[in-house]
């Protein structure tokens, strides 16, 4: 069965860090995977995904993730954090749903908060 | 990507009574999904609707619980039933969008069932 691990709660980093939030995945086949962000009392937001190519994928606000296939890992990572980018981040992986389609199996979350 | 809306951004409602969840998107799309996200966890399919068929339902979900529409390529609707405390949650519609497989989602309906 499909699963994403998200093993911190929380990542705290200063304003100007490089943040890292780590994710771990167990797929059959080729993984397709995928970040979101969630602020307060607002919708998922995509961030990026890693679907086939190029292991480094860039996405939206500066983030970036490295799929890395020997250690089942797609880590989401920033150069320098901004306060902005506190919120709550998602992992997901892409499984077969019914229909053939594609659906998506979260991770617990991981809330980033950087600190001024 | 799609703009989604949902209607009601939030309710407060009784236990025993039912409320009906819209989702509108801009564009013609294939298929769509119901998620909920209960307080402080993480986000957890409901079902999958594709217009002209029964959606299809998670383990754990059931259609006299929450009947799904779907009428048209740019709307569907989610009716929880019956409800009780325990179905207090952000309820969220979304939606494939090309193939690109990533999912673009609604604001969400907070719902707090009293």
């Known amino acids: 069965a499909q699963s994403v691990a998200q093993p911190e709660d929380q990542v705290n980093v200063a304003e100007g860090n490089p943040l890292t939030v780590k994710c771990t995945y167990s797929v059959s086949g080729n993984p397709y995977l995928f970040w979101y962000v969630q602020y307060p009392n607002r919708g998922l937001q995509f961030l990026l995904k890693?679907?086939?190519?190029?292991?480094l994928v860039k996405g939206s606000y500066g983030f970036e993730a490295e799929f890395n296939k020997s250690q089942t890992s797609f880590h989401l990572k920033k150069p320098s954090a901004l306060v902005s980018d506190s919120a709550l981040y998602f992992c997901a992986v892409s499984a077969l749903g019914g229909g053939a389609t594609n659906k998506l199996i979260f991770g617990t979350g991981t809330l980033l908060a950087v600190q001024p | 990507s799609a703009v989604i809306s949902q209607k009601p951004s939030r309710d407060i409602c009784q236990r025993g009574t039912s409320l009906t969840i819209q989702c509108q998107v801009d564009s013609q799309v294939t298929m769509m999904f119901w998620y909920r996200q209960q307080p402080g966890q993480s986000l957890t399919l409901i079902a999958t609707?594709?217009?002209?068929?029964?959606?299809t339902y998670e383990s754990g979900f059931v259609i006299d619980k929450f009947p799904i529409s779907r009428p048209n390529l740019t709307f569907s609707t989610l009716t929880v039933s019956n409800m009780s405390p325990e179905d207090s949650s952000i309820y969220l519609c979304s939606v494939e969008w090309g193939r690109g497989y990533e999912q673009y989602f609604g604001p969400g309906t907070r719902l707090t069932v009293t």
């Open positions: 609707a594709n217009q002209g068929s029964e959606a």
């Open positions: 890693y679907i086939t190519g190029d292991n």
